[in-house]
């Protein structure tokens, strides 16, 4: 099945400084990568995702990146801001984001410094 | 508009105990997951249900049964509880393939067993 690696686990960056977070998956027949944000407690949500066929997604601060070739995809962030601490997700799927369910990385713990 | 809704939201139960988790949703999604979240370890798939009638494993199915009762319903049951199952539990929903935007969590269940 499918496999996602997801780094770093953990990612200090001062506010108003740029983070950026990876993932690679091993199944090249994934199509779609979403980006899940979780606060401490809370439902992860959707941030931001993004399809086989694009190569980038901007969505204000947020920006997703997706290499076919090399099977990764990465996560960008810029001017941070406090609330922009939390947990973040990656996943890929072959369907598309339906019915077989996401493969998700493990997370990375996004801290902004004051 | 609920989106999707789990209950319990806590719960402690003894090893060798039985409960069932119950999850719904009003978006008239096709497709219904259980997921289990433990630190370290990201977001894993327990069972899910393409459409109404219709169940599958997932990576991590031992220990576990699930119904998809309806279009909006699909519960998770723990026939015996072991202490390997603490975790935080969620339920999520989506529209299928190639639609919509991803994954709409539940609030989660948070689960102990002793």
């Known amino acids: 099945g499918e496999n996602v690696e997801q780094h770093p686990s953990t990612l200090s960056v001062q506010e108003g400084d740029s983070a950026v977070i990876k993932c690679t998956y091993s199944?090249?027949?994934?199509?779609?990568f979403p980006w899940y944000k979780q606060e401490l407690g809370k439902r992860p949500q959707l941030i931001i995702d993004?399809?086989?066929?694009?190569g980038e997604k901007k969505d204000q601060r947020i920006a997703v990146t997706l290499n076919k070739t090399a099977k990764h995809f990465s996560l960008h962030i810029t001017e941070t801001q406090p609330e922009d601490s939390a947990v973040y997700f990656c996943a890929a799927s072959i369907t598309g984001g339906g019915a077989d369910g996401l493969t998700f990385g493990k997370g990375t713990h996004l801290i902004i410094q004051p | 508009n609920a989106g999707v809704t789990q209950t319990p939201k806590f719960q402690v139960l003894k090893t060798g105990q039985s409960m069932t988790l119950q999850c719904a949703q009003d978006?008239?999604?096709?497709?219904m997951y259980w997921y289990r979240q433990d630190p370290g370890m990201g977001l894993r798939l327990i069972y899910y249900?393409?459409?109404?009638?219709?169940?599958d494993k997932g990576e991590v199915p031992n220990g576990y049964n699930v119904s998809r009762l309806n279009k909006r319903e699909f519960s998770l049951r723990l026939e015996s509880a072991a202490p390997s199952q603490t975790s935080v539990y969620f339920c999520?929903?989506?529209?299928?393939?190639?639609?919509?935007?991803?994954?709409?969590f539940g609030s989660g269940t948070r689960l102990t067993v002793v």
């Open positions: 199944d090249s027949a994934s199509n779609y």
């Open positions: 999520a929903s989506s529209d299928g393939p190639g639609v919509g935007r991803g994954y709409t």
């Open positions: 993004i399809r086989s066929n694009v």
């Open positions: 249900s393409a459409s109404e009638g219709t169940t």
């Open positions: 978006m008239n999604h096709n497709s």
